[in-house]
């Protein structure tokens, strides 16, 4: 086995920081326990001198525009877990590891020859949390606890075999170890700082000393004993919920973070290998919430496009009040077909489709359309309006004028006869009671055009309808 | 220099000697023979003004070869905007257009044909733009030749004859007028190139003349 496992040692803060669309120094604050103490913050926090363990008070005294948000631990979990879902492109099989939240490891021993190697695939994952604006350290080891205490050290950490794992594992600080506080104290006490120093006790001792689990522990972190974790379920939803760090009411302030949700949606959908028809948004605001719904012509899961269609949608749509939160959901997920072309052809077809959503978002249904010939005597019964982009088997006719009046125009009845030869007679409709029965003809005007004309065989009366153009 | 001598030249190096109208933006060629001289090719990443007194004299007959072209070549949308009838299906086919590349749009309201053009002709996505457009402040015309540029299309504007001014940004203006057998195609501006003029022939079916007095 071989795991490659993923820490996120800023993981609160990231989730807030990339919402935010201009850098403002953000701190993240643990309520536990009787004092609120800053535990992660941000580049520009961190610059202006705030570090991990400083008080609320002494935090704002330093940088008082440093905005102090609380640890928000179910919302991370939440993303882990989606994580998780992108992570089964490279592996079988993708295990949380609470006890060293927040991380998570992957099995790729089998998989991993196809992403060229343990690196290929631990670049893959590296480029994926830049872009979703996450710092991530990456581990190598033959266990996945091995593996998460590497990440958590520091990134890059890697050993790739057994035999090997056992002897570098020594190495390892008791620190770093997923233990109780307590343990942790007593075996400083004693002076014990590397994992080597726990090996050499005896069993029975370190048992009667500090419980079973601590011999278990090193047991499953050297290999020796299995460490059996039961595999992340995919989340049936690709759905998404986030609160803005700054209230937002109008599109600009949503912009951003909605651009971050859709880039994590689709990238959801990418190892879904499906895509969306529909979308729905929901603002949440302090009192009640507002619901926005798009749907496609065709499924999609290209964040850029999916956000200008969310633009034209919103564009000059003001909220009553301030934006709180925003949940977005795809709804409606059918198998993705783009696969079997070129990514190059399948580029542009998305952006051809996406003007095509662009436009219908800002001018609403029935603006945009195709046109088809219909099989049908009747002039204005031979063509119909059709989706954009629908293929159709009618042929043409190179009698017909390329503009047709939208309804016949009633012309002055003194039209000289035309001579028989030039006359076209359409009859039908009988079927349907909207029967015609008419001689077609063309006409030169003196003013140079050439109209489409019929005269009425029931009666008598002439009309115009159409251009030769 | 003597006339002869620059005919010489001329005809010894073809290549090296520039004449303005190798310098004409690249296009697509129009399928009359008439015009290769007249106008060479319709220009793509501009704009073509279309000037006409009526409508059905042969408008669209002029531009739709190089569309049907386009149409069946490049995976790009046709994007007709508020035409002033129906383009029908049947004669469109009959004229060589693939319909489904075909896009009918009409905005309800007038910013939004600009906002419409705009989209089409700078995001690359439309091989053709047949465009009835509101009328246009010079500000605005300047606007879309510059998203023009951008997407490679070929664009045709057509407009009223009344409502030609002097100045234009528009790469190619023409002005159309009838003729018995065809249609009289008068370049009025030409970018890279001199005014001319030239007469399309259609292959007529019978047309029965109407005068007024009833002759």
Partial sequence: MLWLALHFPSLGVDLLDRLLPEPVPVALVDSAGSRQRVMQMNALAHEAGI?????????????????????????????????????????????????????????????????????????????????????????????????????????????????????????????LLPLPEATRRDLAALGLSQVKALWVIPRKQLSRRFGPSLGQLLDRLAGITPDPRPSLAFAPKVAMTVQLPAEAESWPGLRFALRRVLQDLCEQLR????????????????????????????????????????????????????????????????????????????????????????????????????????????????????????VSAGGGNARRPLWLLPAPLPLPASLPAPPPDQLERIEGGWWDGRDVARDYFVLRRPDGSRCWVYRDLRSGGYFLHGYFA | MSQEALQQLLQEHPQRLWRGQAAAPQGVATAWPVLDTVLGKWPRGALTEIYSSVDGIGELRLVLPAVAELSRREKRWVLWLTPPYLPYAPALVAAGIDLSRMLLVHPRQRLDSLWVLEQALRGGTCSAVLAWPPFLAPAQLRRLQLAAEEGQSVAFFFHKAEEEGGHSLAALRLRLAPTPSGLRVQVRKRRAGLPGEGELTFPEQMAWSFSPNGS
Wanted: aromatic share 6%; net charge neutral.
């Fill in chain 1, 271 to 390: 190892v879904r290998a499906q895509a969306a028809q529909a979308w729905r948004l929901q603002l949440i605001l302090p009192e009640g919430q507002m619901t926005f719904s798009l749907s496609l012509r065709r499924p999609s899961r290209d964040a850029e496009a999916l956000l200008a269609l969310w633009q034209s949608h919103l564009e000059g749509k003001p909220s009553t009040a301030p934006i709180r939160a925003l949940r977005l959901a795809a709804v409606d997920l059918t198998a993705y077909d783009g696969q079997q072309q070129g990514w190059w052809e399948e580029g542009q077809e998305e952006a051809l489709w996406s003007f095509v959503e662009r436009l219908r978002a800002r001018l609403g249904d029935g603006t945009v359309a195709g046109v088809a010939p219909v099989a049908e005597h009747r002039p204005e019964r031979a063509w119909r309006r059709v989706a954009p982009g629908e």
């Fill in chain 1, 51 to 175: 570090r991990p363990g400083m008080g609320t008070a002494a935090a704002l005294a330093l940088l008082p525009t440093l905005r102090l948000c609380a640890r928000d631990r179910a919302g991370e979990m939440a993303h882990l877990r989606r994580w998780a879902a992108l992570a089964y492109a490279y592996g079988p099989q993708v295990v949380l590891l609470p006890e060293c939240f927040p991380a998570l490891a992957l099995e790729l021993e089998g998989s991993a020859h196809l992403f060229a190697g343990v690196e290929g695939v631990a670049r893959r994952l590296r480029r994926l949390f830049q872009d979703l604006g996450v710092a991530v350290q990456v581990g190598i080891a033959p266990t996945p606890l091995g593996a998460a205490l590497l990440a958590q050290r520091q990134d890059h950490g890697c050993c790739i075999t057994l035999e090997q794992w056992q002897r570098d594992c020594l190495d390892l600080p008791i620190a």
